[in-house]
């Protein structure tokens, strides 16, 4: 890989993983970050991320597709579904645990394929596939005291759907930024009856974030999704994606140091040792070819 492609792939990394910590300020706030806020209702963000996504992309939305029913069930898990659970997950989970916790994703889509597409895995995704499902169990559960993270529970459900939009993309022919702009105008209908139903106090809530919330919604979705996937897929033109994949297992790695580092994530033997196993396990799985579905490591980064 070229120095500047390089450079230009780990800033995306570095917004992806600055991303939970981001999306965590906007849902719950930080103390000493902005008097007054404490965050604006998960629905509602996750409704204004994709309000906001689908007006920057909207030149990308011709033509008009002609697989409805699959660009629906995709943007549902890619979209609204999937982030409406991260966010409700990070009222109470730590950026932390949920940037480790959404790698589920990668041997979701593995044991999927398996399923749905007959692939054979070897020992090899195998035993990664098992790492990293032993890594997210230990940073989910507290055998010690019988119970669960449930704001992680939301993130593993999260990366569930995802998987299952990433095994329906391949019957998509779309280029991604249309698939984005797509997403962005499914999702925003549905997000908004979600608000409007279930949460209150969303204007008041916009309004006492002040600018900080604006820079954090333009920051997910300038940085995050128009850059960060406009650098991403353009390096995954030009490289293998046994190269790009394992590259991308920078971003969870960050966002467990971001939320350490920014919001005080409290840094335990159970998520040293269930991230360890879960960036190995992921790793392993991310340098092995999917003879099915290629790009099956990157089910994470096809949806930040």
């Given at each position: 890989?070229?120095?500047?492609?390089f450079?230009?792939?780990l800033?995306v990394?570095?917004?992806?993983?600055?991303n939970f910590?981001?999306?965590?300020?906007?849902?719950?706030?930080?103390?000493?970050w902005?008097?007054?806020?404490?965050?604006?209702?998960p629905?509602?963000?996750a409704?204004?991320r994709?309000l906001v996504?689908?007006?920057?992309?909207?030149?990308f939305?011709r033509?008009i597709?002609?697989q409805?029913?699959?660009l629906?069930?995709?943007?549902?898990?890619?979209?609204?579904?999937?982030?409406?659970?991260?966010f409700?997950?990070?009222?109470?989970?730590?950026?932390?645990?949920m940037?480790?916790?959404?790698?589920?994703?990668?041997?979701?889509v593995?044991?999927?394929?398996?399923?749905w597409?007959?692939?054979?895995?070897?020992w090899?995704?195998?035993?990664?596939?098992?790492?990293a499902?032993?890594g997210?169990v230990?940073?989910?559960?507290n055998?010690?005291?019988?119970?669960?993270?449930i704001?992680l529970?939301?993130?593993?459900g999260?990366?569930?759907?995802?998987?299952?939009?990433m095994?329906?993309?391949?019957?998509?022919?779309?280029k991604p930024?249309?698939l984005?702009a797509?997403?962005?105008?499914?999702?925003t209908?549905?997000?908004?009856?979600?608000?409007?139903?279930f949460?209150?106090?969303?204007?008041?809530?916009v309004?006492?974030?002040?600018?900080?919330f604006?820079?954090?919604?333009a920051f997910?979705?300038?940085?995050?999704?128009?850059?960060?996937?406009?650098v991403f897929?353009?390096?995954?033109?030009?490289?293998e994606t046994?190269?790009?994949?394992?590259?991308?297992?920078?971003?969870p790695l960050?966002g467990?140091?971001s939320?350490?580092?920014l919001?005080?994530?409290?840094?335990?033997?159970?998520?040293?040792?269930g991230?360890v196993l879960?960036?190995?396990?992921?790793?392993v799985?991310?340098?092995?070819?999917?003879?099915?579905l290629?790009?099956?490591?990157?089910?994470?980064e096809?949806?930040l």
């Amino acid at each position: 890989m070229s120095p500047r492609d390089f450079i230009a792939f780990l800033a995306v990394c570095l917004f992806w993983g600055l991303n939970f910590v981001v999306a965590k300020f906007a849902i719950t706030g930080v103390p000493g970050w902005q008097a007054g806020f404490d965050g604006v209702p998960p629905i509602a963000f996750a409704f204004l991320r994709f309000l906001v996504l689908a007006m920057v992309l909207f030149p990308f939305l011709r033509p008009i597709p002609k697989q409805w029913g699959v660009l629906v069930i995709v943007a549902m898990g890619m979209g609204c579904l999937q982030y409406g659970l991260i966010f409700i997950g990070l009222q109470t989970a730590t950026p932390s645990g949920m940037a480790l916790v959404l790698q589920s994703g990668v041997p979701f889509v593995t044991l999927l394929s398996v399923i749905w597409l007959k692939e054979k895995i070897g020992w090899a995704r195998g035993t990664g596939t098992a790492l990293a499902i032993a890594g997210v169990v230990l940073v989910v559960a507290n055998p010690t005291e019988l119970t669960l993270a449930i704001g992680l529970l939301y993130g593993l459900g999260a990366a569930f759907v995802a998987s299952i939009a990433m095994i329906l993309i391949r019957q998509i022919d779309m280029k991604p930024m249309r698939l984005q702009a797509w997403i962005g105008v499914l999702s925003t209908p549905v997000l908004f009856i979600g608000t409007a139903a279930f949460e209150t106090g969303q204007a008041e809530a916009v309004m006492s974030g002040g600018w900080l919330f604006l820079a954090a919604l333009a920051f997910t979705v300038l940085l995050v999704n128009v850059y960060g996937h406009g650098v991403f897929y353009h390096v995954l033109q030009k490289y293998e994606t046994t190269l790009v994949a394992p590259l991308t297992l920078l971003a969870p790695l960050i966002g467990v140091v971001s939320g350490i580092l920014l919001t005080g994530d409290p840094f335990g033997w159970r998520l040293a040792v269930g991230g360890v196993l879960t960036l190995i396990g992921a790793g392993v799985v991310a340098s092995r070819p999917n003879r099915k579905l290629p790009d099956a490591a990157l089910v994470r980064e096809e949806s930040l």
